[in-house]
């Protein structure tokens, strides 16, 4: 008779669940630092928040215009504005344990992953999602060069084309010239 087998009884996972569980590859040094524009405003944001909570007085309105109402009508919030910072340094902590475990995956050096951890403490979100994503691994980057030089090979095969067509005589069949 015919042996049936149940479909849950199979104990191997399919082939492209487990090339999906595959960590990228990237370089063992891999770092890339934020982008300055959100270096600053992070740090800004954080440091107005600070100042606020210490001492809304420090924020001049001569110097800071509207901000400075704002901090005003914050600080009468105190409790709220102290519980916005422990979750804001909680969240950014949290991230950088994420970093870390992705810096793991991707079996990064040690300094590197020293790197990615302070850069994600201090700039969160917008460092992580750098790590978690990263724009070129190792091998586009290889297949990229690859395609480089098959496209300077072709424009060498196209100049030998024209000299040996001057030298012989012939009109050069060229795409700029048509």
Not at 147 to 176: E, H, I, L, M
Request: charged content about 15%; aromatic content about 10%; overall charge positive.
């Amino acid at each position: 008779m015919w042996s049936t087998i149940s479909p849950l009884t199979h104990t191997h996972p399919p082939t492209h669940l487990n090339n999906m569980a595959k960590a990228r590859k990237v370089a063992a040094n891999y770092f890339k630092i934020v982008n300055p524009i959100f270096m600053i405003l992070t740090a800004a944001a954080l440091a107005f928040l600070v100042v606020t909570y210490v001492d809304h007085k420090l924020i001049k309105p001569d110097l800071f215009g509207p901000i400075a109402g704002y901090a005003e009508i914050v600080s009468q919030y105190r409790f709220y504005l102290k519980i916005s910072l422990l979750a804001i340094a909680a969240m950014h902590l949290l991230e950088a344990l994420v970093a870390v475990y992705k810096c793991y995956k991707y079996r990064l050096n040690t300094l590197t992953t020293i790197a990615w951890t302070i850069q994600t403490v201090l700039f969160g979100l917008f460092s992580l999602i750098i790590l978690l994503w990263p724009s070129k691994g190792k091998s586009q980057q290889q297949q990229g060069k690859q395609q480089q030089k098959q496209k300077s090979g072709g424009k060498q095969k196209q100049q030998q084309n024209n000299k040996k067509a001057k030298q012989s005589g012939k009109p050069s069949k060229s795409r700029k010239d048509d």
